[in-house]
């Protein structure tokens, strides 16, 4: 059991309060998840040549500045660094797979968590509410966000297991529920050259689709092929630069529910996540329905 909360805000003057407007909805999925939790945040896109990386480090919020002197010299000498607690966003130039090699040598209990032009993605251990106190989830601004609150059933509770899981450049997802053939997926991916970074049955998912989406399907031609695919119970929230999608399997036993109004399109697990929301007494308010595919727009 865990918890999934997504919100993307329609009306530009209002992204300013993106954070306050998400935070009562991912501390009203602490019970469904209370081990872990993650936000990945999209806001107004850097500059076309330049990329944002996500970063976790544990214990490494007195060690950041090494960081960042580090990559200012081994890089283009024009990075940009800001840190907050055991999170860091490196802004660089250099294409991707160099930083993520140079990282990952001269700094392997670094973790690379995300890489786009507009997602800033944060994932720890630990209650929701301490998580988001730490990294300052209220204070964030953007067009959208993708959270969840983690109750580990099938891997390890870390950091790394820890939801949103991502691929690529720009894309997320979280997962309520549980794959019953993430081995079988996995290895079919591997084949392609697909590399994985945990054993989490969410990370194959995130993967699967990415991959698909490569190969030039849009998002929702990926999602039709998964549900002949992706065997199990699972209710997916999907983010890509300006898309925040939701899909469930065939059965739709595990929970959603969405709330729209003029100014947002709100997604949370249980309704009480979504209670707090403004002008929430007369948003459109539905469950999505079993393998129909729902993507808005930021």
């Known amino acids: 059991m865990c918890g999934i909360v997504g919100l993307l805000i329609k009306t530009p003057e209002l992204r300013h309060e993106l954070g306050r407007m998400m935070l009562p909805m991912l501390l009203g999925m602490t019970e469904r998840g209370p081990d872990s939790a993650g ?20 214990d490494r919020s007195s060690r950041w500045p090494e960081v960042a002197a580090a990559a200012r010299q081994a890089l283009s000498g024009e990075e940009e660094f800001s840190a907050c607690a055991n ?21 392997p209990d670094v973790h690379l968590l995300s890489v786009g032009r507009s997602i800033d993605l944060y994932k720890d251990v630990g209650s929701p509410a301490d998580i988001a106190s730490r990294y300052e989830f209220a204070d964030f601004s953007g067009t959208h966000v993708v959270g969840h609150t983690r109750m580990a059933t099938e891997s390890a509770v870390t950091p790394a297991h820890a939801h949103p899981f991502t691929a690529g ?15 079988s997926v996995r290895r079919r991916l591997e084949l392609d050259g697909v590399e994985f970074d945990t ?27 998964a549900f002949d695919d992706l065997d199990g119970f699972y209710t997916f929230l999907i983010g890509t630069k300006d898309e925040l999608a939701i899909v469930r399997d065939a059965f739709s036993c595990k929970p959603a529910i969405v709330a729209e109004t003029d100014d947002y399109v709100a997604v949370s697990s249980e309704y009480r996540s979504l209670a707090k929301l403004p002008g929430i007494r007369h948003a459109k308010l539905f469950e999505p ?5 729902y993507v808005w727009r930021a």
């Not at 936000?39 to 544990?58: E, H, I, N, T, W």
């Not at 860091?88 to 001269?106: G, H």
């Open 39 to 58: 936000m990945a945040v999209y806001r107004d896109p850097v500059a076309p040549g330049r990329r944002k990386f996500s970063l976790y480090g544990a």
């Open 87 to 107: 999170h860091a966003i490196l802004t660089s130039t250099v294409p991707v797979t160099d930083v993520a090699s140079w990282l990952r040598n001269a700094f």
């Open 169 to 183: 450049e720009d894309f997320c997802l979280v997962h309520n529920g549980s794959l019953s053939n993430p081995g």
């Open 199 to 225: 054993d989490n049955d969410t990370e194959g998912a995130c993967r699967y689709l990415y991959q698909r989406m490569c190969a030039g399907e849009s998002l929702e031609t990926a999602l039709r092929h």
């Open 289 to 293: 329905m079993p393998e129909e595919i």
